[in-house]
């Protein structure tokens, strides 16, 4: 395969540009039904990667499932942002339980809708990288292996946000958290820790796991809806760069998001029943320091006290990505 | 229908008649038959339309049935001991948003040590988190309090834990009045939601609240207790007008007229007890007994009007305030305040510990003769521990103390026979 379909991208950016496409591909955002499900003025930092993600996800679930959703969501910054008291954010139907459980919320909401016949209202839940990596693993894990009817989307922004960033199990090798601190010789997050739950996802053999992007937002609203197209377990893992815990400017956001697909670091790929059946390729092929060097939390591999052996390993992270995944096209390779 | 049955299954054929719409199940002793029986007749499609779910843990068990109130399911599981501390954080929010799920406790201790056997521990330390808990007496009991649960938490809009004894309930087959579909249709309409998650009609629930409406929330819950203390007599006038007996309510007295000496316990314990003041009553002696149904709320003016009239009582509880005494007799103390009565304490059966006739007896004459201590544990070995505090001055390698304890105790069935 030495060619892939052609696409209309609006320049640097690579999106697609809405005004090339027929109404009915275009961008959820682009139309005027679109639901707000998260409406403005809510309390996110600028620049928030997982305020946008999580927009353009329950947005794309709203219109796939012809505004019939209940959303589910773990403690965390997105629950926090969105509902500080007495306002609140949401336009669909929204509960927040505590922080480890939101998968089991979602099978109650989804077992409810069943018993009653309500074949049309559909279930979202939703939770930050430790609320779905960590504290929320046993529930997710029950949620999957059920097979219950839920869209899970977790908004991995690689730590512990809300709390002040400490690390989390989806925290990456030298990243600098609050207990992941640059010091000592080998500085920020060790290496050869943490876990890869898009595979642990597929591991269950749930009808659905895809992961995606900020920087391709078009891709995500795609996975989402084919995600509400089917039933049972499914799960998406959403990359959401956070400027205040990865010291990056508000405005890199997208950029960022790109760089680590772009990089091999983020892999993005959609697989049913198991088996991976798409990968989004890299278009251009970037070092990992392009990705790293804009981020405070990596800081301390280059400059006066640098680690190249630390960005070597990180490297080598991508490389594998690169060959596990096939991300680069056989002609680019 | 009468019906010679165990507890569980009992309370299980009562939950079922009560049209539970999403049943959360997992294994712990001595809760588990009342799952399994339950999910018996969602397969064969007895109960229907009800959905069954096999969680991975207690706390999902209690987070699926938040999931499912929330969407306006009336949702029921069942706990004991370890389970329901493993639950715990969700058992607060349950009640904290206002989730009417009922939940059955079998009670059991809490280790460690590890034991499976009946105390009131576990139920107990779950005394603050909002839910209200029912004691239930006997078998037939706890399975008209389940059908008076679902009533009153869907009234209230709160959680309520209706608690029965593990395997002294649990597992003893007796005789039991099944009431049938139609009574129990006359006397719980069906379920209502105050709030429900509906596409039609979106709310946000279990928003963050800061310091300016929190304590408001949380009196709420309070306020609803307190509307329960009203609500629980009514709710059993009408139970029996349904179903032709009395169970529930907030507090019973026995022999209670003229007694000098009243005994306060909640749970089959009072079988026991009503056993021994009969024949204590065919001496001569003025004792009663008064019973609590309901834990919480804590009818506190009901419990001091049943003990104004004597001179001292005493509780006797399956459970331990460690560092403290009672936990049930410092609500009762409370109740009387300032009434000048004498109050015992008596703390037995943790962990299974039986409580026999020919102990309460000695126990309750030395409270007549107000020749107890204020706190008393019932049946202690106080060699056993004094070993062991003996050894840990001695040693500071100690080792394990349940393992001490069980060598020096030697075999179990020495002991009891
Ligand atoms: C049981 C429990 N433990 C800890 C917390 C504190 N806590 C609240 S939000 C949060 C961090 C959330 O991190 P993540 O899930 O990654 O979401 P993010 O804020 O990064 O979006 C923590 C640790 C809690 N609320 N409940
Ligand atoms: S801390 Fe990060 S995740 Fe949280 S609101 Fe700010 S940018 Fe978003
Ligand atoms: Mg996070």
């Not at chain 1, 639901?35 to 996110?44: K, L, Q």
């Not at chain 1, 939101?102 to 109650?108: E, K």
């Not at chain 1, 909401?109 to 504290?135: F, P, S, Y």
């Amino acid at each position: 395969m030495g060619f892939q379909t052609i696409k209309f991208y609006q320049t640097g950016t690579y999106t697609v540009g809405n005004r090339l496409l027929l109404p009915d591909q275009r961008s959820v955002q682009a139309g005027e039904s679109r639901s707000n499900s998260i409406n403005s003025g809510h309390r996110a930092c600028q620049g928030c990667g997982e305020a946008l993600g999580a927009r353009y996800a329950i947005d794309a679930a709203m219109a796939e499932s012809d505004n019939r959703l209940i959303a589910v969501n773990a403690t965390g910054c997105l629950e926090v942002f969105s509902t500080p008291y007495p306002e609140s954010s949401w336009q669909v139907p929204w509960i927040h339980s505590v922080f480890g459980n939101a998968p089991a919320v979602a099978t109650g909401i989804a077992a409810a809708m069943k018993v009653k016949g309500k074949k049309d209202v559909r279930v979202v839940a939703q939770g930050g990288d430790g609320g779905t990596t960590d504290i929320g693993f046993g529930c997710l894990s029950g949620m999957f292996e059920r097979n219950d009817d839920v869209l899970y989307i977790c908004y991995d922004n690689e730590a512990y946000m809300n709390t002040g960033v400490q690390r989390s199990s989806a925290t990456p090798p030298a990243a600098r958290t609050a207990t992941t601190m640059p010091v000592g010789p080998e500085p920020g997050n060790p290496f050869g820790q943490g876990k890869n739950l898009p595979e642990i996802a597929m591991a269950h053999g749930i009808p659905y796991v895809a992961t995606a992007t900020v920087a391709d937002l078009r891709d995500l609203e795609y996975k989402v809806k084919k995600a509400m197209k089917m039933h049972g377990a499914r799960y998406i893992h959403l990359f959401v760069p956070c400027p205040l815990g990865w010291g990056t400017a508000s405005s890199d956001t997208i950029r960022i998001a790109r760089l680590a697909k772009e990089s091999g670091l983020f892999p993005v790929f959609e697989a049913e029943h198991g088996e991976i059946t798409g990968v989004l390729k890299i278009r251009r092929k970037v070092g990992v320091e392009e990705y790293l060097m804009p981020q405070k939390r990596f800081a301390h591999l280059f400059g006066s006290h640098s680690h190249p052996e630390m960005v070597i390993r990180i490297q080598e992270i991508a490389d594998r990505n690169i060959r596990k995944y096939g991300l680069l096209d056989e002609e680019a390779a | 229908m009468l019906k010679q049955i165990e507890g569980s299954k009992a309370v299980a054929e009562a939950v079922s008649l009560c049209r539970p719409e999403v049943i959360c199940a997992y294994p712990i002793s001595p809760q588990t038959h009342i799952v399994e029986a339950l999910g018996e007749m969602v397969k064969s499609g007895r109960l229907a339309p009800c959905e069954y779910i096999n969680v991975e843990s207690e706390f999902a068990a209690m987070s699926v049935s938040i999931g499912a109130s929330a969407a306006g399911a009336r949702a029921y599981t069942a706990t004991a001991s370890q389970g329901l501390l493993f639950m715990t954080e969700a058992v607060y929010n349950a009640s904290g948003l206002g989730l009417p799920i009922v939940m059955t406790v079998a009670n059991r201790a809490i280790g460690a040590p590890i034991n499976i056997w009946n105390d009131h521990s576990d139920s107990l330390s779950q005394r603050d988190s909002g839910w209200m808990q029912l004691f239930a007496e006997n078998n037939q009991e706890a399975v008209d309090l389940h059908i008076q649960a679902f009533r009153l938490a869907e009234e209230l809009s709160m959680p309520i834990m209706v608690c029965m004894d593990g395997y002294i309930l649990t597992h003893a087959f007796e005789r039991v009045d099944i009431p049938v579909q139609e009574q129990v249709d006359a006397y719980l309409p069906s379920f209502e939601p105050r709030q429900v998650l509906d596409p039609s009609e979106p709310i946000s629930i279990g928003a963050m609240v800061g310091p300016e409406a929190f304590m408001e929330v949380k009196y709420l819950a309070h306020a609803k207790q307190l509307q329960a203390i009203e609500r629980i007599p009514q709710l059993a006038s009408e139970f029996r007008n349904i179903f032709g007996r009395d169970s529930g309510g907030l507090v019973r007295t026995y022999r209670a007229d003229d007694a000098e000496t009243m005994v306060v316990a909640m749970g089959s314990v009072i079988g026991t007890i009503k056993d021994t003041v009969d024949e204590m009553r065919d001496e001569g002696h003025r004792i009663g007994v008064l019973t609590i149904v309901s834990y919480r709320p804590f009818p506190l003016e009901q419990v001091r009007g049943a003990l104004l009239h004597c001179r001292r009582f005493l509780v006797l509880e399956k459970s331990l305030a460690v560092g403290m005494g009672g936990i049930l007799a410092t609500d009762v103390r409370m109740a009387v305040t300032g009434a000048g009565l004498k109050g015992y304490t008596a703390i037995a059966g943790l962990g299974g510990r039986p409580i026999f006739k020919s102990q309460l007896h000695q126990l309750f004459r030395q409270a007549e003769k107000d020749e107890l201590p204020p706190v008393t544990f019932l049946d202690l070995d106080r060699d056993a521990v004094n070993r062991q505090l003996e050894r840990e001055r001695q040693t500071r390698r100690s080792g394990p103390v349940a393992e001490n304890m069980l060598h020096d105790k030697g075999i179990v069935s020495a002991k009891f026979g």
